[in-house]
């Protein structure tokens, strides 16, 4: 009579995980008996854990324990994070466009077109569906389109447009089916950014040469007497401190 192991007493489920576990070919479409059968013979050569750890050979006394008759191989259960899951949609349904300038020839543009609004693009225009295109214009001494690309009714671009420190905007429209484009959707104005350095230097450094006395007050000095404003404040506050303690020197009987 053959001696009962430890997995005879398991059910499928837990068979299933075994056999994972030891990486047993074509276990999905076992049943418990061929899942036993299985488990059985490679048990034999490896045991789960070294398995796992791509250990070949296990020693013999560890082997012979797990193979003994009601000898019940621990689990740990991963503790189940109590933060919850809020996955980032793919998308929002709404009608939304926005252009943001990366750099002087550089534009990126993200944009999405409702269901409802294609419905209503479909009823207004007499089209079985919507093909959209998006482009980029730009206004210099009149509005200019810069680029274009067909698109679906979501989805992003960058464009490579070299304008720096023009004004550029992105727009979605929407074609008939007598080949007139109409827009759906446009960007707030962008200015993109200067492909030079600026030559403004109009800051103004803060200065205390005309608040000396204010300062000095503040240190806790009570004379406030005028002193020559050529002077710098350094050799000022020396000056004074050197006068403070010689004088508090002398009130006290020093030399």
């Not at 997995?7 to 076992?30: F, P, Q």
């Not at 074609?175 to 007139?180: H, I, K, Q, V």
């Not at 020396?238 to 508090?248: G, I, Q």
């Amino acid at each position: 009579m053959a001696t009962e192991s430890k997995y005879d007493k398991m059910t499928k489920s837990e068979l299933m995980v075994i056999a994972k576990e030891l990486n047993i070919a074509g276990r999905s479409t076992m049943n418990k008996e061929q899942l036993l059968t299985s488990i059985k013979a490679n048990a034999k050569e490896t045991s789960p854990v070294m398995k796992k750890s791509g250990v070949k050979s296990v020693d013999k006394v560890a082997q012979k324990q797990a193979d003994a008759p009601g000898y019940e191989m621990k689990r740990v259960t991963p503790k189940v994070s109590e933060i919850p899951d809020y996955p980032i949609p793919t998308h929002y349904n709404q009608d939304m466009i926005f252009m943001f300038a990366v750099e002087p020839d550089g534009e990126y543009v993200y944009w999405e077109v409702s269901e409802s609004t294609q419905q209503r693009l479909k009823k207004e225009y007499g089209i079985s569906e919507c093909r959209f295109d998006l482009r980029l214009y730009t206004e210099d001494g009149g509005v200019h389109q810069l680029a274009g690309q067909a698109v679906g009714s979501r989805g992003d671009w960058y464009f490579r447009i070299w304008a720096p420190m023009k004004k550029l905007w992105a727009e979605v429209g929407v074609w008939d089916n007598a080949g007139r484009y109409h827009r759906v959707l446009s960007s707030a104005i962008v200015i993109m950014p200067s492909n030079i350095v600026s030559d403004n230097v109009d800051v103004n450094w803060m200065t205390v040469t005309d608040k000396w006395e204010r300062i000095y007050t503040l240190s806790g000095m009570e004379d406030e007497t005028f002193v020559n404003t050529d002077s710098s404040v350094q050799k000022f506050i020396l000056h004074k401190l050197k006068d403070h303690l010689s004088s508090k020197t002398r009130m006290e009987g020093g030399i």
